[in-house]
């Protein structure tokens, strides 16, 4: 008399688990391209209206760098920017692991838009128009050097900077 049962076999154990290990890794290194790709769509992306500046003088450089390390910082604090921009060590040490350089160009030295501090990134229907930072950019020809939400910079006069300062950043009209 056959039996109807089926020997068990740890062989096909030992592959089921092997190959549920190798999904799992997969997942786990495609999360970062994952979320980049989401903070690339929540941005706009490439396809903005809005030319960066090209790189050049040291304090567009400076600009970008903060701009960068900001936007960064708060990836990895679950979107949020740092608590408190008035206590400019406690910034500083914030952010060492994403810019080491100076916060200071010659005489400029860098400005934070203090309406952000602690803010979270997706509460900005367009981070694009969102000032984190800025730096005086009379040695580059523009007023205002300013690194945006979304970690590009723009040359802006002193009247746009201030416009931009005030606006509502959730969406809302002015």
């Given at each position: 008399?056959?039996?109807?049962?089926r020997?068990?076999?740890?062989e096909?154990l030992?592959?089921?688990?092997?190959i549920v290990?190798?999904i799992?890794?997969?997942?786990?290194?495609q999360l970062p391209?994952v979320?980049?790709?989401?903070?690339?769509?929540?941005?706009?992306?490439?396809?903005?209206?809005?030319t960066?500046?090209?790189?050049?003088?040291?304090?567009?450089?400076?600009v970008?760098?903060?701009?960068?390390?900001?936007?960064i910082?708060?990836?990895?604090y679950d979107?949020?920017?740092?608590?408190?921009?008035?206590d400019t060590?406690?910034?500083?040490?914030?952010?060492?692991?994403?810019?080491?350089?100076s916060?200071?160009?010659?005489?400029?030295s860098?400005?934070?838009?203090?309406?952000?501090?602690?803010?979270?990134?997706?509460?900005?229907?367009?981070?694009?128009?969102?000032?984190?930072?800025?730096?005086?950019?009379?040695?580059?020809?523009s007023?205002?050097?300013?690194?945006?939400?979304d970690?590009?910079?723009?040359?802006?006069?002193?009247a746009?900077?201030?416009?931009?300062?005030?606006?509502?950043?959730?969406?809302?009209?002015?």
């Amino acid at each position: 008399m056959v039996s109807d049962q089926r020997k068990f076999r740890p062989e096909f154990l030992a592959t089921a688990v092997l190959i549920v290990i190798g999904i799992v890794m997969l997942a786990v290194i495609q999360l970062p391209a994952v979320r980049d790709s989401q903070f690339a769509a929540l941005t706009g992306g490439s396809g903005s209206p809005i030319t960066p500046m090209s790189s050049g003088s040291v304090e567009e450089d400076t600009v970008r760098h903060l701009s960068m390390a900001m936007v960064i910082y708060a990836s990895d604090y679950d979107d949020n920017l740092p608590p408190d921009f008035a206590d400019t060590v406690a910034l500083q040490d914030a952010l060492q692991p994403y810019h080491s350089s100076s916060w200071s160009v010659g005489s400029a030295s860098v400005e934070l838009n203090p309406r952000l501090a602690g803010e979270n990134l997706t509460m900005f229907q367009n981070p694009l128009e969102v000032p984190l930072l800025w730096i005086d950019g009379s040695s580059t020809g523009s007023d205002f050097i300013v690194g945006m939400a979304d970690g590009t910079i723009r040359s802006m006069t002193k009247a746009e900077l201030d416009d931009y300062k005030l606006m509502p950043y959730d969406g809302s009209s002015r």
